[in-house]
């Protein structure tokens, strides 16, 4: 697979959630609340490859993302691309649930646009532009499939349950199941270990980095290249870091093995921190 076609214009799809509170004091927290502001830059076999921000903004009942990004160094010289995501959603029992969803990605050839819909796990609404040209070997996508599903960057904003260290081999126990306008896919994460992180600027201090396992479900083409190299990777990680005042973690680190090189995404500035609570009287006990 080419990591330069799979990441450059698509550095927003790489970057591609509050629990229990302690009902001790005389006040307790409606919802944990916090801002992340990150920039990332995207190296294949340490060649600088593409920059990209990221703004995470999680209030108390709902929660805003947006990403950009576009090539950088000498790829720049021989191929443009750019591309931008936003997904807006609501927070309903502690859990991030999607609501709409775009992305944009530019590139010296075309631009396109994709525009989800989400209504309690269940997509209904997809606006593609321009739209693919039917394939015979294209696996077919069912209602189903669109069921029980997020966008791609919500699948990135990880809740940890409970009350504990958010940092702890629990927070990678997950199957993510997503859906990106077109293909249906689940990402099975399992825990590896625990790491060390200094940025440039704001977080420094451990993550936890996951084992990252592809399995394309429907909408896609099997003999694809790029998808048979995915869904073969054993070696793919993602290093989560956390978010200031909530029980939520997003990728500090993306590592992805490639027949060129290793690809990694990773964070320059992580800079995040809480943002002001809503204060109850602990009768109205909230989880």
């Known amino acids: 697979m080419s990591f330069v076609r799979f990441g450059a214009g698509r550095i927003p799809l790489l970057l591609a959630t509050a629990a229990a509170l302690s009902c001790c004091l005389p006040f307790s927290v409606v919802h944990a609340q916090g801002k992340l502001e990150a920039r990332y830059s995207v190296t294949l076999a340490g060649l600088p490859l593409g920059k990209g921000t990221w703004v995470i903004d999680i209030a108390n009942d709902q929660y805003t993302a947006v990403a950009s990004g576009g090539t950088a160094g000498l790829l720049s010289v021989f191929s443009s691309g750019r591309g931008s995501s936003a997904v ?3 927070i309903s029992r502690g859990n991030l649930v999607s609501a709409t969803y775009a992305t944009t990605v530019t590139s010296s050839k075309k631009t396109e646009k994709i525009q989800l819909k989400f209504n309690a796990g269940v997509v ?7 739209s693919s040209p039917p394939h015979p070997d294209r696996i077919p996508l069912s209602e189903a499939h669109q069921r029980g599903v997020v966008d791609p960057m919500s699948a ?11 940092l702890s081999p629990e927070a990678c126990d997950r199957k993510l199941s997503v859906f ?5 896919f689940d990402v099975q994460l ?10 440039e600027k704001g977080y420094q201090g451990p993550v936890v980095v996951c084992a990252a396992y592809f399995n394309p479900l429907a909408g896609y083409i099997p003999e694809r290249t790029s998808i048979k190299y995915l869904a073969k990777q054993r070696d793919m990680e993602a290093w989560l870091a956390p978010i200031s ?6 990728p500090y680190r993306i590592v992805i093995p490639t027949a060129l090189g290793t690809g990694v995404l990773e964070a320059t500035q992580f800079v995040s921190a809480p943002q002001q609570d809503k204060l109850v009287p602990t009768t109205a006990r909230t989880y």
């Open 245 to 250: 005042g909530t029980r939520v973690v997003v």
């Open 190 to 199: 399992a825990y590896k270990r625990m790491e060390q992180v200094k940025a």
């Open 124 to 130: 209904k609404e997809t606006t593609i532009e321009p």
């Open 88 to 90: 807006q959603g609501a």
């Open 180 to 184: 990106d306008g077109r293909m249906r």
């Open 156 to 166: 990135a904003l990880l809740r940890v349950a409970g009350n504990g260290d958010v």
